[in-house]
């Protein structure tokens, strides 16, 4: 952690510089100048401010156009933005502000009001890196956590398997291991959602597209869930395109793709009632189709005899950590399956939706 906080001066004018310089000379900061709007992006991305004291007019890219750059900049949005202007009537101010300056002084500046204003701004910058800084420590500890807890689930989920694969075992006491099994199954999944969905949102997951067959990808995981879908006495129907068949393949990460299938399924079979179907269909659209989008190359769907899901949540379902309130359904449905759903498919450059099924019941559908 460095111990001076760094300013970066943004004027095309040497003479203003070096008198924001000197104003700002009596406390222990480190400054840097920039000379125009090009300069200054390329400086705040490299040494990454504390706070930024820039001018508003200035040749080439203005104040506005730069801030407006930086804040749109993820990376370098929580660096606070002190712009200097002499023009102070109120369409310039909201403009400002629109860009997302953080504060604004008139020209010229008195050296107590800058002092001020800059220390307030790295009050705030401070305290946002102390957020930060807090919510790392507890992903961090939250992700040490999950891979800690994998061993003693697979132990779980295995003997499981074995006391539901004892033929002679009787009713009561096979519906108690395919609870625990199916809970189980639940919280590995929750934890390998959350373990990918972390490394992807920090860019630590590159896609490793392959040839995949379709069909026999969906088999598979329909294989995965048999145990819980008998046990819950739900049945799974698979319909692949027939113009394609099990030959069929398209471009897709194959371990990403089938975790998002998987997710989908045990969604189905979880809200599903006993007795019930789950149709799962894949179909190869032609391109042109209306009823898609643009580059489409696979649809598939998940359409269950569940309790639905209401029409003011088919959105947020997908949301991290959203909680949805299913009718007539145990518990609610925390949304990080979903939400690694969605972001599986629109890292292949798809999307993810829910509709109605009819009479009842949900249809997920994913298309790449």
């Not at 991290?320 to 609610?332: D, F, P």
């Amino acid at each position: 952690m460095r111990k001076q906080a760094v300013i970066l001066i943004v004027d095309d004018e040497p003479i203003a510089r070096k008198s924001i310089q000197a104003l700002l000379q009596t406390e222990d900061y480190h400054i840097e100048t920039a000379v125009d709007g090009n300069e200054a992006l390329s400086m705040a991305a490299e040494l990454m401010p504390d706070t930024i004291v820039m001018d508003v007019m200035m040749p080439g890219l203005d104040g506005y156009e730069v801030c407006g750059r930086i804040k749109a900049n993820p990376r370098l949005r929580p660096i606070p933005v002190i712009m200097l202007t002499t023009l102070n009537d109120k369409q310039n101010l909201v403009r400002g502000l629109d860009a997302g300056a953080d504060e604004f002084l008139c020209k010229p500046v008195g050296g107590l009001e800058l002092r001020a204003r800059v220390r307030s701004m790295l009050r705030l910058k401070k305290q946002h890196d102390q957020l930060v800084a807090t919510m790392r420590l507890r992903e961090d500890l939250a992700q040490m956590v999950a891979h800690d807890m994998r061993n003693p689930l697979a132990s779980i989920l295995g003997y499981a398997e074995l006391v539901l694969l004892e033929a002679g075992l009787e009713e009561e006491p096979r519906k108690y291991a395919a609870e625990i099994h199916a809970s189980a199954m639940r919280l590995k999944q929750f934890i390998d959602d959350y373990l990918v969905q972390a490394k992807m949102e920090e860019g630590r997951i590159k896609l490793n597209r392959t040839a995949v067959d379709v069909g026999r990808l969906i088999a598979k995981v329909k294989d995965n869930h048999a145990v819980v879908a008998q046990s819950k006495h739900v049945f799974i129907h698979v319909k692949v395109d027939e113009s394609g068949g099990l030959g069929r393949t398209v471009e897709v990460d194959a371990a990403l793709f089938e975790r998002l299938l998987d997710n989908l399924l045990g969604n189905a079979i979880k809200y599903s009632m006993a007795g019930t179907d789950i149709e799962v269909s894949a179909d190869f659209p032609q391109p042109g189709d209306p009823a898609i989008a643009p580059g489409t190359c696979l649809r598939v769907r998940f359409a269950d005899q569940g309790s639905g899901v209401p029409l003011e949540d088919r959105e947020r379902i997908f949301e991290k950590y959203e909680i949805v309130a299913l009718k007539h359904a145990k518990g609610s449905q925390i949304g990080l399956g979903l939400a690694f759903c969605k972001l599986v498919a629109q890292a292949h450059g798809g999307r993810i939706y829910v509709e109605p099924n009819q009479p009842r019941g949900s249809v997920f559908t994913v298309e790449i």
